[in-house]
């Protein structure tokens, strides 16, 4: 089993920055993909960015080149910088990962922090 943690969301002016982070534990499985999905009101949950254990990387359209995603294998952590916000930005995000456990991908969720981009 693996939990995740987020922390950095909050309130921030158009045009600001933020930082998120996400770190797991309680196992010491290898994880395989870590990233961060957002949900509006009213809205599915999408992803914003991820990033497989080898580096690879994918990014929504709409965060390409204000957002980086970084991950830290060893800390078993991983960071979403995002630049430029926007209302449209403003949403619950949350961590993701995926491990295998002998054949079987297993799926994990952090709880989420909120991130409002308002005047």
Not at 84 to 113: F, M, R
Request: with cysteine.
């Amino acid at each position: 089993q693996v939990q995740l943690v987020e922390s950095g969301g909050g309130l921030v002016q158009p045009g600001g920055s933020l930082r998120l982070s996400c770190s797991a534990s309680g196992s010491a499985l290898i994880i395989n993909t870590m990233g961060w999905y957002r949900q509006a009101p009213g809205k599915e949950r999408e992803l914003v960015a991820d990033m497989a254990s080898g580096g690879r990387t994918n990014y929504a359209v709409s965060v390409k080149g204000r957002f980086t995603i970084s991950r830290d294998n060893a800390k078993k952590t991983v960071s979403l910088q995002m630049n430029g916000l926007k209302p449209e930005d403003t949403a619950v995000y949350s961590c993701y990962a995926n491990a295998y456990i002998g054949s079987w991908l297993h799926h994990y969720w952090g709880q989420g922090t909120r991130v409002t981009v308002s005047s």
